[in-house]
C-alpha cells in the first residue's frame, strides 16, 4: 500500500462507529417526529421507515460521494475504481435489504418457524465470519467490515491529508476540572455558609437594628409563612421572636449555625426551639 493512501486501523474503526452515530442521530430525530402521531399508526411499518431513512443515507454517502459519512468526516474514501455496479448493488442488499427482511420476519413471519430458524442460522454465522474477519484487520490493517472484504473495498485516506494526531488539551482540560471538583468535594463541607452568612449579612447592615430581647409569643394564622422557606409551616416552631418556622427549617439551621438568628428581626436566641403552642 502506498504511504499516502495509508488509513491507520483506528481511523477505519472510528469511521464505522461515526456511521452508526449519524445513522442513530436521524433516528432519534425522527422518532421525535413520531412521538406527536398517535400511538401505533408508524410502528406497523417500522421496518420501511427503517429501510427509507438507511437507503436515502446510503444513496447521499456511498453511491454519491463514494464514502459514508464517518470516513467523510476522517477524511477517508473507497476507491473509485473498487465502486462498480454490481458491486454498489452487493454491498446495498447486504448491508440494507438483508437487515429490512430481518426486520419484517421478525415483526410479521413469528409463526413461521421454519423461516425463523434460517435467519438465526444466517445471523449466527454472519456473527462468527464477523468475528473472524476483525481478527484478520486487527492482523492485517484492511478490510474492517465483512461486506468490504467480500467487496474488496479498501480504505484510502484522500489526497492532501495528514496522518492524524492524538491532541491532549481536551484530557488535560478533564484532569484539571476533575482535580478542582475533587478539591471542592473535600473542602465545601468545611465550611459553614450558615454561619458565613449570617456574618457577611451582619456585616454589610448599614445601621445595625437594635435587636428586641423581648420573648414575643407567635401567634399563627391562615396566612402566617415559614421565616426561612416562605411555605406553609409544616411542625411550627420558634424561637420566641415572634416569627414561626418549620421543624426542619429551623433545627437544621440552629444545628448548622447555634448563634443562627431570624431571618426577619436578626433575633438569636440560645434557647432550645419551641414548638408553637395553637389556641383554639
Ligand atoms: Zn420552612
Ligand atoms: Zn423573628
Not at 462507529?17 to 430525530?29: A, G, P, R, S, W
Not at 417500522?46 to 464517518?70: A, H, M, V
Not at 416569627?243 to 438568628?261: E, N, R, T
Amino acid at each position: 500500500m502506498e504511504k499516502s493512501s495509508y488509513v491507520s486501523r483506528v481511523n477505519q474503526l472510528d469511521a464505522d462507529l461515526l456511521d452508526k452515530e449519524v445513522t442513530k442521530i436521524i433516528h432519534e430525530q425522527l422518532s421525535n417526529v413520531y412521538k406527536e402521531l398517535p400511538p401505533g399508526i408508524l410502528s406497523k411499518y417500522q421496518p420501511e421507515i427503517d429501510c427509507l431513512l438507511k437507503t436515502i443515507i446510503w444513496y447521499c454517502s456511498i453511491l454519491r460521494n463514494k464514502s459514508t459519512f464517518g470516513q467523510q468526516i476522517l477524511a477517508i474514501t473507497y476507491q473509485k475504481d473498487q465502486l462498480t455496479r454490481k458491486k454498489l448493488l452487493f454491498h446495498y442488499i447486504s448491508t440494507i435489504l438483508s437487515s429490512y427482511l430481518k426486520d419484517v420476519s421478525h415483526l410479521r413471519l413469528t409463526n413461521h418457524l421454519e423461516v425463523q430458524k434460517i435467519i438465526a442460522w444466517i445471523e449466527c454465522s454472519t456473527r462468527m465470519l464477523t468475528i473472524i474477519n476483525f481478527f484478520r484487520f486487527l492482523k492485517i490493517g484492511v478490510y474492517p467490515s465483512l461486506v468490504d472484504y467480500c467487496l474488496g473495498w479498501k480504505h484510502t485516506a484522500k489526497s492532501g491529508t495528514r496522518m492524524r494526531n492524538v491532541g491532549y488539551d481536551y484530557m488535560n482540560r478533564e484532569l484539571i476540572w476533575t482535580g478542582f471538583l475533587e478539591f471542592l468535594t473535600v473542602t465545601l463541607p468545611l465550611v459553614n455558609f450558615h454561619s458565613m452568612r449570617r456574618k457577611i449579612t451582619n456585616a454589610l447592615k448599614p445601621s445595625v437594628t437594635q435587636q428586641h430581647s423581648k420573648k414575643q409569643e407567635p401567634a399563627m394564622n391562615i396566612n402566617t409563612k415559614c421565616a426561612i422557606c416562605l411555605q406553609r409551616p409544616s411542625l411550627p416552631h420558634h424561637i420566641n421572636c415572634g416569627h414561626i418556622f418549620c421543624y426542619y427549617c429551623l433545627k437544621g439551621s440552629v444545628l448548622a449555625d447555634p448563634q443562627f438568628q431570624c431571618p426577619l428581626c436578626d433575633f438569636s436566641s440560645s434557647e432550645e426551639v419551641l414548638p408553637v403552642k395553637i389556641k383554639i
